[in-house]
Nanobody, 118 residues
């Protein structure tokens, strides 16, 4: 059973930083991508950042480019999102996601709340 556990959310003043973590358990092999998504109240879920295991390439939502950094520790099966220069517009529930090509499906964490106040 694949499980994802996010942590690191909280409340921070605009301009501050937070680091989100997502620990994956129950994995054997076959991770294709790991990504962060967010959903603000009343809005659709959107992708924030993605990292491809093969090659390590990354992509970011234009709204977070230059401020957020996605990374992973393969030994710990842990995904990170370093968020700097946070803005109130970044307030949302953040979810991690992994896609396993061996299973042909993706998995979601339970989400962690990030609140940025001005």
């Amino acid at each position: 059973q694949v499980q994802l556990a996010e942590s690191g959310g909280g409340s921070v003043q605009a301009g501050g930083s937070l680091r989100l973590s997502c620990e994956a358990s129950g994995l054997t092999s076959g991770i294709h991508t790991m990504s962060w998504h967010r959903q603000a109240a009343g809005k659709e879920r959107e992708m924030v950042a993605i990292i491809r295991v093969t090659g390590g390439t990354t992509d970011y939502n234009d709204s977070v480019k230059g401020r957020f950094t996605i990374s992973r520790d393969s030994a710990k099966n842990t995904l990170y999102l370093q968020m700097n220069s946070l803005k109130p517009a970044d307030t949302a529930v953040y979810y991690c996601n992994i896609y396993l090509y061996t299973k042909g499906r993706d998995y979601w964490g339970q989400g962690t709340q990030v609140t940025v106040y001005s």
